[in-house]
């Protein structure tokens, strides 16, 4: 299957396999300077001062309707695959320094509403922080800041690069409303790699971690993705190696 991975912590993971529901995050929410600072409409110092240019405020109340959920994929370049699992900077930055949770989905299972739009997300060494709407009415805007969906939403700078990202936006009604993604039959494994459970020599899969995932969901399989003496290794039950850094899939 086409593999998309979810980095989260321990409570997060939990209540996405409780509820079959990933939250849409607000664009204007994210760690992306440029992401989070997106300056639409041709805005000037001139214009800030002046009260009556309605359109910047309308511009800017357009964008702040717009949510987006993000997702690691495996990746091919200059004859290497680099798996989304098996990014250490993921790992540390959105799961929790490794003690959170790795979410594995089946791309093709996802259940996108209307009007969601899914895509991978490039990357560039400059990426413009402004976009310019020319069209100032209320439709104009709307229709405009849709029609660059991939300017704005889908280049981020190449330092990013590492994340391999997918991304699916979606436009809400109201800017606090909370948007969620149905999930629930695209949910194939749960990927976990540490647990402060479990002593040095012993297994992920006696952690606490392990049997409070498995008793939400018995039927979901759960990896472990630790570290031995030839590197990293993914387990399945029983100590079974699925896929080693040194191996590939086994």
């Known amino acids: 299957m086409s593999r998309l991975y979810h980095f989260t912590s321990f409570d997060s993971a939990c209540k996405i396999i409780k509820s079959g529901k990933l939250r849409f995050s607000k664009a204007w929410r994210l760690n992306d300077l440029i992401e989070s600072n997106r300056v639409v409409g041709e805005r000037t110092i001139s214009e800030r001062l002046l009260v009556n240019r309605p359109y910047l405020l309308n511009a800017e109340a357009e964008m702040r309707k717009y949510q987006q959920i993000s997702f690691a994929q495996d990746r091919e370049c200059n004859g290497m695959e680099y798996l989304g699992f098996d990014l250490h900077s993921m790992w540390g930055l959105y799961a929790d320094k490794g ?90 494994f749960v990927i976990i790699c540490k647990c402060a459970s479990v002593c040095l020599l012993g297994s992920m899969f006696d952690s606490d971690i392990y049997h409070e995932l498995h008793h939400l969901n018995k039927k979901l399989p759960i990896f472990t993705y630790e570290c031995g003496l030839d590197g990293y290794t993914l387990y399945e039950k029983w100590m079974v190696p699925v896929w080693s850094e040194q191996c590939g899939y086994m």
């Open 99 to 188: 003690y959170g949770v790795c979410l594995v989905f089946d791309k093709d299972k996802l259940k996108l509403s209307v009007g969601d739009y899914a895509s991978n997300v490039s990357y560039a060494n400059f990426i413009p922080q402004g976009v310019i709407i020319k069209n100032k009415s209320l439709p104009g805007i709307k229709s405009e800041i849709w029609r660059k969906k991939g300017e704005i939403f889908f280049y981020k700078r190449k330092e990013w690069e590492y994340e391999q990202e997918y991304r699916i936006i979606r436009r809400a009604k109201k800017e606090f409303d909370t948007e969620y993604l149905d999930v629930s039959d695209s949910l194939s």
